[in-house]
Nanobody, 122 residues
Framework: QVPLVESGGGLVRPGGSLTLTCTGS????????IGWFRQAPGKDREIVAA????????HFADSVRGRFTISRDNAKRTVYLQIDGAKPEDTGIYYC???????????????WGQGTQVTVSS
């Protein structure tokens, strides 16, 4: 088990910034890849960013590349998603998830947090 808790969601204006935090518990957190997913109203959940356990490799969806940054601090068992240049289409529930194998495929992720709402609106 890898319990995960997201925080940092809220309302942000278009063009603004927000930092989401995913905190894990248990010593095994540091050996898992972590992904951030987004689910907009009426749409399927999609991966927006992911980072390997060592932080050596990151992955971004085309829609967020250049605006989102993912990083992790294994000593704190925390992964961050920095959102810059927010757009209304970034609105949705953001989930973090843990994978012991793959990085990009949603099916690879075994453990999920409860999500945090991000709303981009003026």
């Amino acid at each position: 088990q890898v319990p995960l808790v997201e925080s940092g969601g809220g309302l942000v204006r278009p063009g603004g910034s927000l930092t989401l935090t995913c905190t894990g518990s248990g010593r095994s957190f540091t050996s898992y890849h972590i992904g951030w997913f987004r689910q907009a109203p009426g749409k399927d959940r999609e991966i927006v960013a992911a980072i390997t356990w060592s932080a050596a490799t990151t992955h971004f969806a085309d829609s967020v590349r250049g605006r989102f940054t993912i990083s992790r601090d294994n000593a704190k068992r925390t992964v961050y998603l920095q959102i810059d240049g927010a757009k209304p289409e970034d609105t949705g529930i953001y989930y973090c998830a843990a994978s012991s194998d793959g990085l990009r495929a949603t099916s690879a992720y075994e453990y999920w947090g409860q999500g945090t709402q991000v709303t981009v609106s003026s």
